[in-house]
């Protein structure tokens, strides 16, 4: 099967920075397209907040331009949020999701288990 495993919460101060990373693994993985990080508040639904296609296209949530960038590491099939000027309404558990190319063919989607990500004084 396929793993997304996802690293880089924390708790972090209003203001501060941190950086979350998420590496996809799998014996049937034959390519890793678009990768990104939702992430879903108290009583909230999950929402997109960043995607990045292979080719490093990417788009981002309203609430997170200008404060987040996303980058990837095709060799690695890892993504990284590189979260700055972070506020108390960014408190979440993120999550990483990929869609990838099995070995024989087929689209599918993955989640990551989800970090918690705390903004907090």
């Known amino acids: 099967q396929v793993q997304l495993v996802e690293s880089g919460g924390g708790l972090v101060q209003p203001g501060g920075s941190l950086r979350l990373s998420c590496a996809a693994s799998?014996?049937?993985?034959?390519?890793?397209?678009?990768m990104g990080w939702y992430r879903q508040g108290p009583g909230k639904e999950r929402d997109l907040v960043a995607r990045i296609t292979s080719g490093g296209s990417t788009n981002f949530a309203d609430s997170v331009k200008g404060r987040f960038t996303i980058s990837r590491d095709n060799a690695k099939n890892t993504v990284y949020l590189q979260m700055n000027s972070l506020k108390p309404e960014d408190t979440a558990v993120y999550y990483c999701?990929?869609?990838?190319?099995?070995?024989?063919?087929?689209?599918?989607?993955?989640w990551g288990q989800g970090t918690q990500v705390t903004v907090s004084s």
């Open positions: 799998g014996s049937i993985i034959f390519s890793v397209n678009a």
């Open positions: 999701n990929s869609d990838i190319t099995t070995i024989w063919g087929f689209l599918e989607e993955y």
